[in-house]
């Protein structure tokens, strides 16, 4: 479809939308026939001009929160109330959560870092209009064509858009083939430039992967194969924050895989004072205590059942987040 077609779609649909007008009305102010007008609508929807989200109401586990405060030295926390939620439909409550916390945490001129994954731009998609004019960082490679919904450059845009800010990009692979290669990628001016931006965040959105092959955005990607992620297993990695790994206590894990990655590394990353991960659903608990051990995330939104299986892990064996 044309340019022009899609904006005749986005008038349609803003009238209605927007304004309240009814078909009716907006037929007679266009010069179409009602029937156009209800066709028109149902193309927008399908052309993605137009996009439904349904609100449910979000139940939150406050005393949870408060322990994983507690226990983690976490700034904030904010805990689902998952019960029967299938895990697609876990990843948007999640991202609806965190993005109302987002919101407040969010002010005018503020610099926002922010990686990529699902439950990264289900919380992008939830967020509501807002103009901050802040500047959004891509803070880590990108995926390329593999997933360009849920990649850092698409989701670096979609947030400067809703806060009526600008972006800066980081044009390069997440993973590259050598660390010579990532050297000299990392030592040219535009990169520096934005990796220095990123540095400077006063605020960093980022998911938490998992070294399970099942669940692994990675693999997904294409990035890795499964074994290489036996690889990482095999020295301790439960899972990672920007590609940066760690083991369930917390300590990072080096390999020769993780010196070929293109992003912020740990000490610039723990130094942004507020570091906010999404992530949900019980195979993924080990990763996110790590997460939070690590100090590479001092703000959690997940689940209930997560969120017990954290405190129940911290008070068998009490080990302190590295800060």
């Known amino acids: 479809m044309d340019g022009e077609s899609l904006e005749r779609l986005a008038q349609v649909a803003e009238l209605y939308y927007d ?12 010069g179409y026939s009602r029937s156009m007008i209800s066709r028109l609508l149902t193309a927008a929807r399908e052309q993605g ?3 439904v989200r349904i609100h449910h109401p979000l139940s939150r586990q406050m005393d949870l929160e408060q322990q994983l405060r507690h226990a983690f030295g976490l700034l904030e926390a904010r805990v689902l109330a998952r019960g029967n939620l299938e895990y697609p439909d876990l990843l948007r409550r999640l991202g609806v959560l965190a993005a109302r916390l987002v919101e407040d945490l969010v002010a005018d001129h503020m610099t926002l870092g922010v990686s990529w994954g699902t439950a990264l731009a289900e919380m992008v998609g939830a967020l509501r209009w807002q ?8 803070m880590i490679g990108s995926l390329g064509a593999s997933a360009p919904e849920i990649d850092g450059p698409e989701l670096a845009r979609r947030l400067a858009r809703n806060f009526g800010g600008r972006y800066a990009t980081l044009p390069a692979p997440l993973i590259v ?5 990532r050297t000299n990628l990392c030592d040219e001016r535009r990169i520096q430039r934005v990796l220095d931006d990123a540095a400077d965040a006063s605020l960093a959105l980022v998911g938490i992967g998992t070294v399970d092959p099942t669940l692994s ?18 020295v301790g990695a439960v899972g990672d924050v920007c590609a940066i790994h760690f083991d369930q206590v917390g ?3 080096h390999t020769p895989l993780t010196r070929r990655v293109v992003g912020i590394d740990y000490d610039h990353l723990v130094r942004i004072p507020r570091r906010l991960g999404i992530a949900g659903d019980l195979p993924k608990a080990p990763a996110i205590l790590g997460a939070v051990r690590s100090g590479l995330i001092n703000i959690l939104v997940t689940d209930d059942a997560v969120a017990a299986t954290l405190l129940r892990v911290a008070a068998n064996d009490p080990v302190y987040p590295l800060l």
Do not use: C, F, M, N
């Not at 304004?19 to 266009?30: E, K, M, V, Y």
């Not at 103009?131 to 891509?138: A, E, I, K, L, M």
């Not at 955005?217 to 095999?234: I, K, T």
């Open 19 to 30: 304004q309240g007008l009814t078909q009716a009305a907006i037929a007679d102010r266009l």
């Open 49 to 51: 001009v137009v996009e």
């Open 131 to 138: 103009p901050r004019s802040v500047y959004v960082v891509q």
């Open 177 to 181: 083939d050598s660390e010579v290669t």
């Open 217 to 234: 955005s990675l693999v997904r990607a294409g990035y890795l194969e499964p074994r290489q992620l036996d690889e990482l297993v095999a």
């Open 251 to 253: 300590r990072l894990v």
